[in-house]
Each structure stands twice: as structure tokens, then as C-alpha cells.
């Protein structure tokens, strides 16, 4: 997957959870936590559905590379590249 | 063999069910019942459908609205706000001899109900209020704090303190006289920080859409299936037998069913201790009216009522209820949206505290009698706080605490189950969790995040 097709999967997963959101305004470069308001318990939510979505396993101490669109983007290339979209 | 066995297809167990098939476990829901929802089902009598449970939805938030209970659990569940299509309450109020405060999901109305009725007690109200919003759950010590020594250091008018425990601890409390002060937090946010708020379709929405999304993700429910035992290998739960001697194998287990309810399914009706189940059970008698509510002048939603000055929590000892407080909701006064009009009947359903062993002993015809003997009490000390209805009754039923034993399997009929909650719902036994009433978060919103939490926490993290 390109980064554009891994932004496309995260909103969609980003949908999914915050349904009631209207994500067409996200600012890529600011902490999903601060736009959203999303908890700990919705980043697990990420995590979750990246690992049944796409079977991308993403170890705890990562966890923090989750915290804007722009970073995650960043952070899942490497590890979604052979994946297609 | 399954990855979760969840027993009780009460709110906490279809909502754990939910989260677990989503993220493709298998998944089988044990209910004892006919029916799923526990204390928030609905029975039809006469052609008409009775809601048991559901006076109103606590934690009501607005559309919108990101933080808090509500949003967390739709997001959780992967819910519309629209989809449990609530609509808020009217007003409600906390009606004590001579005073009456009222409030709203606008938390400015009690604000300043308190500035009438108490002025020099403003600002102890704030600091209260900082109190609470500082409060952070999970901390079992500071959960156990006592509630009334919290408020007696804080107030200097008793009977304010009275008022404010009323309908919190009607709410949700198991504990008799006082209340953990961690519960008061939490139902003193989802009351009066948050509010009230009811589906037109009443609870039967809510558990249709629970079930349906549950069977959609490929969940099992069994209906009419008790566990009678849990099965144990080394200090490990490992499976359940049924009350018709089936077996069935999980890796993990969550039970509902409470925490007395469950040692015991684990150590055999010897280990049964009954006396740590709670105490409090409750009457309701459900009156159908030939008119909507506010024909007869009554317009408010809910109303927490006491008849002295000093509110008793407490099960009755001389009588089969104590009348002396009680919880009148009238369910037609939410402000529904104009496409779905006014509900069909008028309804005045009157909450009173009883006592389950003194119900739970008549036999057939004595109980019969004794419905309609305390219906008519209960009746007659609600009406001192409202519009006598009496005359437009055209059709009416009471429950009991048999009848929440028969839906929960609750030792005591106990409303909110066990006065000792288990705040991590771990029990003495791996692979085995408690989800639910005695978890700690009571209520419907509270129930569903109780499920979900448990569930994210034991079977869920990676
Ligand atoms: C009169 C009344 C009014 C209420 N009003 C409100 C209200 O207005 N707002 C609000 O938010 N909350 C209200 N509540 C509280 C709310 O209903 C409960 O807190 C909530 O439903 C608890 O859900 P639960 O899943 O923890 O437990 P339960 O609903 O008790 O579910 C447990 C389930 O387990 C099943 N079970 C038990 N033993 C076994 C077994 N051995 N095998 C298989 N299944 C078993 C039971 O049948 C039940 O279905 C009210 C309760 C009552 C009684």
C-alpha cells in the first residue's frame, strides 16, 4: 500500500469507530487525542483493527507513533508496503 | 470450544458479546431466561408492553458530544448516537417535606435551586462539584470512602445532604444507609452532570439493536440455557455445565450473574453466602392512565421523594415495603420528537423499597393479595408529591422482588447486587471474570461499559 491508501484505510478505520464524527476536516499534523478526543481505549481500537483488517501486529512500546494521521501514515509504510490495498 | 463463554444476556454480557464477536472471537452468550436484557426487560400483559428496569437512560449526553460514558460506549460498539434514538427528559425533582429541588440535564437549574432553597450552601455545592469532576475512577480505597462523611465535612446543612443521597443512591446503590463514595461520583455525573433521557420505543430498542448487531458478528445466544456449574482445572475456570448437563469449554469465562452468584456456580451451594449478597430490592406498581400524565397536571419526569427529613436507605424490617420514599416516573414526559408524537398510554409507575424474604415467602393467593394491598399503599403515600391519579387507572400491574429475582437470578432480588464491588472483576479464579452489576457500574449505560471494559481488559488486549 501507498501512504495515500494507508490514510484512506486509517480514516476508515477512524470512521468505523467515531461514526458520529465528521472526518472530512482532519488535520493531519495534530494529535488524533486533541481533534477527536479519542481515549486510550479507542487508540487500542486502532490497534485492534489494524491487526484484523490487515494483520499489522504493532508492539506497546509503539503504541505513541499512533498519535497524529500524519505519524501513523509514516510510522505503517514500512510495515503495510507489501500489503495490497 | 469457545474463546469467551459469557453468562447472563443482561446489558453487560450482550455488550461484552458485541466487542469480543467483532473482533472475531467465538463467542456464546448463556442466558437462563426466555428472554434477554435481565433487570431491563419488558413483559406483555394484557395486550400492553410493561418495561422492567428503564425509568430513563442515565449519562444522556448530546449528539456531539466526545467525552463521557455515552460517546465512549457508542464508539465502542461502533453505534450512531442515533441509534439508541434518545430523547431528554422534561424536568425532574427531589421533593422532601417543604422543600423541593428541582433539575434538568442542565446542571445550571440545580445550581440554582440550591441558591433558593439553600443559599449558604453555594458554595460548599462547588466545591462538591470540584470534588467530583476530579474524581477518577479504579482506585479501590478511595471508591470506598464513606459518601456521608465526604458530605458532613463539606455541607453544614444536613438536610441538604439528604436530598442530594436520595436519588443517587436510588439510582444506584447497594450498599444500605451509606454508599461508597466512588459510586456517588459516578451516578452524581451521570444524573446530574449528564441527565436523563428515554428511547420513544422504550429498553426493547436498545436490546434489539444490542442483539442484532451481537448474532450479525456471528455471536452465539442461547436462550433457556442456566449454568449450573462452573467448571475448574487447577485454579482455572475452564468451561460451564448447564442446568440440563450439558458441558461447554472457553478459554475464558465472564459472568454477569454477580459475585456470590458466581463463587457459588464455582464451589457448589455449600460455599453459598448469601448474607454478602445485597439487601435492597424494590416494588413498582405500573399504573396505565385513560390520559397522558400532564392532563393531570404532572409534568415531570422523574421524582425522588421522602417524606421527613432524614432519607432511610435501607431494607424494611417490620413491613414488606417501606413507603416513606419512593421514585415516581412518568415515561410520557421526555421530550419526544413531534414525528413520534405522545406515547400511546399514560403511565405513573411508583417505585418503593422492599423486602425480599418477607415477598419471597407467600404463597399464591397471599401474594396476590399482598400486590394489590401495597400497590395501593405505595399509591397512596406518592400521591402526597403529586396530582391524585387514582381515578384515571385503567389498567395496572406491580412487580416485586420475586419478579427481579425471576429476570436476574439476583440472591435477595438485589436490585444492584452485592454492597462489595470487585473493581478489576477478577475472582479467585484465572480465565474467570466478573462483568456487570457487581463489577461496580450499575445502570444501563453503566452495565454496557462494564461489559466492554472487562471485556477490553481480559480478552481483548493483545
Ligand atoms: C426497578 C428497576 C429500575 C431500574 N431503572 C433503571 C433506570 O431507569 N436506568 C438505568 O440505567 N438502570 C436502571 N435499572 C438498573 C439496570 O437495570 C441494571 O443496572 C442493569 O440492567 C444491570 O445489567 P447487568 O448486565 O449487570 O445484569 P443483569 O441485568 O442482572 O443480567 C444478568 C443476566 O444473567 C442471567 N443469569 C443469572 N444467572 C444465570 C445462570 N446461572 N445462567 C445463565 N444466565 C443467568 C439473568 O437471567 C440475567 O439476564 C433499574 C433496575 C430495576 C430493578
Not at chain 2, 200 to 225: T, Y
Not at chain 2, 359 to 366: A, I, K, R, V
Request: glycine residues 8%; charged residues 25%; negative net charge.
Amino acid at each position: 500500500m501507498t501512504p495515500g491508501e494507508i490514510r484512506t484505510a486509517v480514516l476508515d478505520i477512524l470512521e468505523g469507530i467515531a461514526q458520529d464524527d465528521d472526518l472530512g476536516q482532519l488535520d493531519d499534523s495534530v494529535a488524533f487525542r486533541e481533534q477527536l478526543e479519542l481515549d486510550s481505549m479507542d487508540f487500542l481500537d486502532i490497534v485492534m483493527e489494524l491487526r484484523k483488517r490487515y494483520r499489522v501486529q504493532i508492539p506497546e512500546e509503539d503504541y505513541p507513533k499512533l498519535e497524529s494521521m500524519g505519524s501513523t501514515v509514516e510510522y505503517l509504510t514500512p510495515l503495510m508496503a507489501d500489503i495490497s490495498a | 470450544m469457545y474463546d469467551t463463554i459469557i453468562i447472563g444476556a443482561g446489558m453487560s454480557g450482550l455488550a461484552a458479546g458485541i466487542r469480543l464477536a467483532y473482533y472475531d472471537q467465538k463467542v456464546c452468550i448463556l442466558e437462563r431466561h426466555t428472554t434477554i436484557g435481565g433487570l431491563n426487560s419488558f413483559y406483555r400483559l394484557n395486550g400492553r408492553d410493561y418495561d422492567v428496569g428503564l425509568h430513563a437512560v442515565t449519562n444522556f449526553t448530546p449528539k456531539g458530544t466526545k467525552k463521557g460514558p455515552l460517546a465512549r460506549l457508542l464508539r465502542q460498539l461502533r453505534f450512531k448516537w442515533d441509534d439508541f434514538s434518545l430523547s431528554e427528559q422534561v424536568e425532574s425533582s427531589i421533593a422532601f417535606p417543604g422543600v423541593n429541588l428541582k433539575f434538568s440535564n442542565e446542571m445550571d437549574l440545580l445550581r440554582s435551586e440550591i441558591a433558593s432553597c439553600f443559599p449558604d450552601q453555594v458554595d460548599p455545592f462547588e466545591r462538591l462539584l470540584g470534588k467530583i469532576v476530579e474524581y477518577d475512577d479504579l482506585n479501590q480505597e478511595i471508591y470506598e470512602q464513606s459518601t456521608r462523611e465526604v458530605l458532613d465535612e463539606i455541607f453544614t446543612e444536613p438536610l441538604l445532604v439528604e436530598m442530594l443521597l436520595c436519588p443517587l443512591m436510588w439510582y444506584g446503590n447497594a450498599r444500605e444507609d451509606d454508599m461508597d463514595f466512588g459510586q456517588f461520583c459516578i451516578m452524581f455525573r451521570s444524573i446530574f452532570l449528564e441527565g436523563f433521557a428515554r428511547p420513544f420505543k422504550g429498553v426493547r430498542l436498545i436490546l434489539k439493536n444490542l442483539v442484532r448487531r451481537f448474532r450479525s458478528l456471528g455471536g452465539e445466544l442461547l436462550l433457556r440455557k442456566g449454568v449450573s456449574q462452573i467448571k475448574l482445572d487447577e485454579g482455572r475456570a475452564v468451561g460451564v455445565v448447564l442446568d440440563n448437563g450439558d458441558e461447554i469449554e472457553g478459554r475464558n469465562i465472564l459472568s454477569s450473574v454477580g459475585r456470590v452468584e458466581t463463587d457459588r456456580l464455582c464451589l457448589g451451594s455449600g460455599a453459598s453466602q448469601v448474607a454478602k449478597a445485597g439487601q435492597l430490592s424494590f416494588v413498582e406498581t405500573i399504573s396505565i392512565l385513560d390520559r397522558q400524565p400532564r392532563d393531570l397536571g404532572h409534568e415531570q419526569t422523574i421524582v425522588f421523594y421522602n417524606d421527613s427529613n432524614k432519607f432511610h436507605w435501607r431494607r424494611p424490617v417490620d413491613e414488606m415495603c417501606d413507603v416513606r420514599t419512593g421514585v415516581i416516573c412518568s415515561p410520557n414526559n421526555f421530550r419526544y420528537s413531534p414525528d413520534d408524537g405522545d406515547l400511546a398510554d399514560g403511565v405513573i409507575r411508583i417505585t418503593a423499597l422492599a423486602d425480599y424474604h418477607r415477598w419471597g415467602n407467600l404463597d399464591e393467593d397471599d401474594y396476590r393479595l399482598a400486590k394489590i394491598k401495597w400497590s395501593d399503599q405505595v399509591t397512596a403515600a406518592a400521591i402526597k408529591f403529586m396530582p391524585d391519579y387514582r381515578r384515571f387507572v385503567i389498567d395496572s400491574d406491580m412487580f416485586t422482588p420475586n419478579t427481579i429475582r425471576r429476570f436476574t437470578w439476583h440472591d435477595n432480588g438485589a436490585v444492584y447486587g452485592a454492597p462489595e464491588k470487585i473493581l478489576d472483576g477478577s475472582t479467585d479464579w484465572q480465565n474467570l471474570y466478573l462483568c456487570g452489576t457487581d463489577q461496580g457500574y450499575v445502570g444501563i449505560v453503566g452495565s454496557i461499559m462494564s461489559g466492554l471494559t472487562i471485556a477490553n481488559r481480559y480478552c481483548l488486549a493483545p
